[in-house]
């Protein structure tokens, strides 16, 4: 950002209009006497996991679609929203923000809207087959397919003009994915809800329902819940696919 400099005499100078606030500055300092006044100096890195805890780490999510009926306390689901501010974002933008719907009547409430918009589409949509099946699987099965069943579920809204704000919710509810085991929870990607409500001509009656200001957007949305279903073993994948230009 070109925001550090220095001065005449040597003395660091950073420009505050500049800033985008990303903390570097005093991330790095060996002295550990740098204290930003936008981003207040952090306590020390510890010791990171080796590699292979890291990655059974990053392999221990599981997508989770039997979750169990009981709420989890707020507490507990702010303790994982705050994972979600820590991932990189370009220009340090972040700019995300959480909407929590609780309780099986509202989550029911979103669930009848989807419905309903859906079987207006024409065949001719070309989201149709990926917005039907779960209509078309709980009409010949009973089964709900879109939300299963879940108690909570998270969007992450964005501003309705921002550049960045979109890529950034992904991010943001990937690190929370990837934190909610360890606290004893679940989750699993609305896809569905999140394709069909971020459209244009949609978007608006979404917003209404979940109580939306008028210049946010659903950018994303995430089941959350305790797991009805123990994950006892990893999953493969398919094998590692790289090419090299050296």
Request: with cysteine.
């Amino acid at each position: 950002m070109d925001a550090i400099s220095y001065s005449a005499d040597g003395l660091l100078v950073i420009d505050l209009e500049r800033c985008n606030r990303c903390g570097h500055c005093a991330a790095v300092c060996p002295t550990g006497e740098m204290d930003h006044p936008l981003s207040r100096l952090q306590e020390e890195l510890r010791p990171l996991p080796a590699p292979e805890e890291a990655l059974r780490f990053l392999r221990a999510p599981r997508s989770v679609r039997r979750f169990e009926q009981r709420l989890v306390p707020r507490e507990l689901l702010t303790s994982l929203l705050d994972a979600g501010r820590y991932p990189q974002t370009a220009k340090n933008s972040q700019g995300v923000h959480y909407h929590v719907v609780r309780g099986r009547e509202r989550v029911a409430q979103i669930h009848d809207l989807y419905f309903e918009i859906v079987s207006t589409l024409s065949k001719d949509d070309p989201d149709y087959d990926i917005l039907i099946r779960p209509v078309n699987v709980q009409r010949t099965k009973g089964f709900d397919a879109l939300l299963y069943n879940c108690p909570q579920l998270i969007f992450a809204v964005c501003n309705e003009k921002s550049t960045f704000d979109p890529r950034n919710a992904q991010f943001s509810l990937t690190f929370i994915s990837l934190m909610a085991p360890s606290l004893g929870l679940g989750t699993c990607w609305g896809g569905q809800i999140q394709r069909l409500a971020g459209r244009k001509e949609y978007m608006s009656r979404f917003s209404a329902l979940i109580g939306l200001k008028e210049d946010q957007r659903i950018c994303g949305c995430m089941m959350v819940g305790y797991p009805a279903v123990a994950f006892r073993r990893y999953v493969e994948r398919d094998p590692l696919q790289v090419s090299w230009w050296e």
